[in-house]
């Protein structure tokens, strides 16, 4: 059974910092691309960072420069650590596990860890 558990989202003022993470288990955490989405009320679910097997990050433009996604194939864990939030950084966090070599139908989601940032 495969299983993504996300931690670490909570309430945090403007400017602050969280470290979220996410633990896999039921999978081969090392050749998967992992990814974290967010998902604020109202809106579509958005990538917001990326890493692949081989370490190539990739990030939305509203997080560069902010946020820092880093992995952990050891631990089967990713991370997500996020500096300077903002009210729009407000969302629920997902976590994704997607096979890297192409088959689709191996693609997993987290459950999900609200993250708040207050003005």
């Known amino acids: 059974q495969v299983q993504l558990v996300e931690s670490g989202g909570g309430l945090v003022q403007a400017g602050g910092s969280l470290r979220l993470s996410c633990a896999g288990s039921g999978i081969i955490f090392s050749i998967n691309d992992m990814g974290w989405y967010r998902q604020a009320p109202g809106k579509q679910r958005e990538l917001v960072a990326a890493?692949?097997?081989?370490?190539?990050?990739n990030y939305a433009d509203s997080v560069k420069g902010r946020f820092t996604i880093s992995r952990d194939n050891a631990k089967s864990t990713v991370y997500l650590q996020m500096n300077s939030l903002k009210p729009e950084d407000t969302a629920v966090y997902y976590c994704n596990a997607k096979d890297s070599y192409g088959r689709s139908w191996l693609n997993y989601w987290g459950q999900g860890t609200q993250v708040t940032v207050s003005s």
């Open positions: 890493i692949t097997t081989g370490g190539s990050t």
